[in-house]
């Protein structure tokens, strides 16, 4: 047996069969809508913005500061602040307090001369009320299933383009979220998110088809909170957070 063969064999079993050079998943469920799976390989990439800088907000005054470089007072557990910056280092961790809907803003980076490679090496994600995955991935000359990309409804949307900018560079994130709205234990509407990259729009208002899952094409439950905590992914890569602020979104009298 030759060796590619020999590695195809390995990499089926696994289940990341290599297609075009990009790792994914192409036995799994159809999404809904449209001719791909769930982390599909083959769907088409989004066209690379080829500049695109990070956009640095301060916190408004009626923001709450999730983390300004010196307090973890936020999370629990909390991972650790080095020269001012909030580093991934074991767990997830989550804020204490809960949120529904809100406006967000922060700031990430994955450290230069890292190894990186498809959906290893630089990944985190926020998941707005514990649930819905934005991904944090280094996509720049990082090529993945485009539901798993910087910027993706991580397993269901990929971003309208790349915006990422190279490893080592400070990234911004500003998205505005809405949780699903129920209705006699039925989704009227469901989550929505609008997203932001380094300036540049990735998602805009686009509706998640329910919590994120993982190689499984997901829906909503039976029942939901009105509010959650925020949580922050660790996939194993010390991924740098600053400047994170939320702002609850009320409702128009
Ligand atoms: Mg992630």
Redesign the pocket.
């Known amino acids: 047996m030759n060796v590619n063969l020999a590695m195809w064999i390995v990499l089926a079993a696994t289940g990341a069969v290599a297609r075009a050079g990009i790792k994914g998943y192409p036995d799994d469920p159809k999404l809904p809508g449209v001719p791909y799976v769930v982390h599909d390989p083959a769907r088409p990439q989004p066209p690379v913005v080829g500049t695109a800088g990070a956009v640095s907000v301060k916190p408004p005054s009626d923001a709450i500061v999730l983390f300004d470089g010196t307090s973890l007072e936020a999370w629990t557990p909390g991972w650790v602040i080095r020269d001012g910056v909030m580093v991934a280092t074991k767990n997830d961790i989550q804020t204490k307090q809960a949120f529904g809907a809100i406006q967000m803003h922060f700031e990430w980076r994955v450290p230069a001369g890292r190894k990186v490679d498809g959906?290893t090496g630089g990944?985190?994600?926020v998941f707005l009320m514990g649930l819905y995955?934005v991904?944090?991935?280094q996509s720049n000359h990082n090529m993945t299933y485009p539901d798993g990309q910087a910027g993706a409804l991580?397993g269901q949307l990929p971003p309208l383009v790349n915006a990422t900018a190279p490893q080592g560079e400070w990234q911004s994130y500003d998205l505005a979220f809405e949780p699903p709205v129920y209705e006699d234990g039925k989704v009227t509407r469901p989550a929505k998110l609008t997203l932001f990259h380094n300036g540049v729009i990735l998602q805009n208002g686009e509706s998640y088809l329910g919590p994120t899952e993982h190689r499984k094409l997901t829906t909503y439950p039976a029942t939901h909170p009105a509010a959650a905590p925020l949580r922050l992914?660790f996939?194993g890569d010390p991924v740098e957070y600053r400047n994170m602020w939320v702002r609850p979104l009320g409702k128009r009298d």
Do not use: D, K, P, T
């Open positions: 959906q990944n985190s994600g995955e991904q944090v991935l991580y992914q996939h």
